[in-house]
């Protein structure tokens, strides 16, 4: 007799809850809608999960052990596995609503449009049960900015859809869920439906509510998937200020792509950078070796950017919220040349030369806090239409520059030679305005400088750069709290830890600082 082709293929991941696990395979088996198989995947359970399954007599069942834990990868290699035309997700510590697969096959069965159907659950908890109502429509900018609330324990999708966009991105090991939500919502209609179809049960071993943090930095890869903003920060030998550049940029900008190019001279160094890449897995880290490879680096990015790109250094912290969709409606506009978030009303010290800088002539846009002017007869940084500190610019025009220039595989002059070559560009090619908000949204902290190409007194601090690496080394961070306040300058002296005092150092030669038994010593 031929065996009848399952309609459903369940995914359920198990590892180490044999305790929950039996009532979530009795959720599935007591189904009024009996035309599925049950996919149960192993993740090497050591705690008698086996002989819990063992225990149900049921052909619909389909049970893989996996000798190591091998989420999230399991989730593709049950949509790999599936019979079924749709998947349906339950996990091995949810219960699933009897005629939860009934109500979902029956909709997606009359409505062919449909990539993806999911409901509402009740939340279990030791304090009682709450309902979770989805309030809002699964558009994709409705999954994209409420943070990814769809109930997952309610899901059907199908099969072919979720083949079609990619399949689940075994580079997530927390969020991946909501990762393949956004690229179903991206190509395919979801459907809410109003009713209670599972219950969640909330305990201290979610994974998500185990590791908070770490679910916030996958879902931020998640949603930098679909960023209009490559940015590219550039680092040598200073972990502690690029660390801070980085805390600074997740607290205060959103939707932008974070790429780190780095180099080191010493070990030291690298093990440092080597400690950022595990800590903040939503940044992309680019190893340099030397500036040997530095062009064909930057080139690898370009291609890959989407149709803005912005540059930092690390020595800029970032203060205050960025609008980055206000930021992209200026720059696309022809007449822009690009859009500075470190420039603002109220800076009259051009601090490389130690000379008074005259403010331009502004056009304020009403309401917006955003300021433009004409760069092209703008003083010091006014006038400055291309940098590496904080800028957004066209992808277009990034590239223009750096196919027509020879920077020597050098960070320095690809700035300084891009900006001489930006002014000799007609308005055509480089438009005449540069904008600002109002107020800086990023400023630059002079602790130390690692670079000798050109030399400038107003810089020459002596900072002993290991002695920031050896505060780096004691977790020791910068108190991002006190740089929100207003400054007189784009270029800031201060220098203030969490916890600890204010240590101004000024720009003198002869001024040497040193970190030493847990205190700065200066001479």
Not at 98 to 116: A, Q, T
Not at 361 to 373: A, C, F, H, M, N
Not at 392 to 402: C, R, S, T, W
Request: charged residues 30%.
């Amino acid at each position: 007799m031929e065996t009848k082709k399952p309609k459903i293929s369940v995914m359920m991941l198990t590892h180490n809850r044999k305790d929950w696990l039996r009532e979530a395979i009795n959720s599935i088996l007591n189904q009024t809608y009996e035309n599925f198989e049950l996919i149960i995947i192993d993740n090497a359970s050591i705690d008698g999960t086996h002989e819990v399954i063992k225990e149900f007599n049921d052909d619909r069942i389909v049970y893989v052990r996996n000798e190591e834990n091998l989420y999230p990868y399991a989730k593709n290699q049950v949509v790999d596995l599936a019979e079924g035309d749709y998947i349906v997700i339950c996990d091995d510590d949810d219960i699933s609503m009897p005629d939860r697969f009934k109500k979902s096959v029956e909709f997606l069965d009359s409505n062919p449009d449909v990539g993806m159907v999911f409901g509402d659950t009740i939340y279990i908890q030791d304090e009682g049960q709450n309902e979770n109502r989805y309030k809002t429509e699964p558009t994709f900018k409705n999954i994209f900015e409420s943070d990814g609330v769809i109930n997952t324990p309610t899901v059907m999708m199908r099969k072919d859809v979720i083949k079609d966009v990619g399949g689940y991105d075994n580079n997530f090991k927390i969020a991946s869920d909501y990762d393949l939500y956004l690229r179903i919502a991206n190509n395919y209609k979801i459907t809410h439906l109003d009713e209670i179809l599972a219950k969640y049960r909330v305990h201290d071993d979610n994974m998500s509510l185990k590791n908070p943090r770490l679910t916030v930095k996958y879902r931020e890869r998640a949603l930098l998937k679909w960023a209009k903003v490559s940015c590219l920060c550039f680092s040598y030998n200073r972990v502690f200020q690029l660390e801070s550049y980085i805390r600074s940029f997740f607290r205060f900008v959103k939707g932008v792509q974070l790429n780190v190019r780095y180099q080191y001279s010493e070990d030291k160094f690298k093990k440092g950078y080597e400690k950022l890449k595990q800590k903040y897995p939503e940044v992309n880290f680019i190893e340099g070796n030397g500036l040997e490879d530095f062009g064909k680096q930057i080139s690898e990015w370009m291609k890959n950017a989407p149709e803005f790109v912005m540059f930092g250094c690390d020595d800029v912290i970032f203060k205050d919220d960025v609008d980055i969709n206000k930021v992209i409606e200026k720059v696309k506009l022809k007449d822009t040349v690009g859009f500075s978030l470190r420039l603002g009303k109220g800076f009259t010290h051009h601090y490389p030369s130690n000379s008074v800088m005259k403010e331009p002539v502004y056009e304020e846009d009403e309401g917006e806090g955003i300021l433009k002017w004409d760069w092209r007869i703008a003083e010091h940084e006014y006038g400055y239409p291309f940098e590496l500190d904080s800028s957004v610019y066209k992808k277009e025009f990034v590239e223009l520059i750096i196919s027509s220039i020879d920077y020597k595989n050098h960070p320095n002059l690809l700035e300084g030679v891009g900006y001489q070559f930006v002014r000799q560009l007609g308005e055509e090619q480089a438009g005449k305005y540069l904008y600002s908000f109002s107020k800086p949204k990023a400023l630059v902290i002079q602790i130390n400088r690692v670079q000798d190409l050109s030399p400038n007194p107003f810089y020459d601090t002596g900072y002993d750069i290991d002695a920031l690496h050896k505060l780096w080394e004691d977790g020791e961070k910068l108190n991002l709290d006190y740089y929100k306040k207003d400054f007189k300058d784009i270029y800031i002296e201060d220098f203030v830890l969490e916890g600890g005092e204010e240590i101004k150092i000024s720009k003198r030669k002869d001024m040497i600082v040193t970190y030493k038994n847990g205190k700065f010593f200066i001479k």
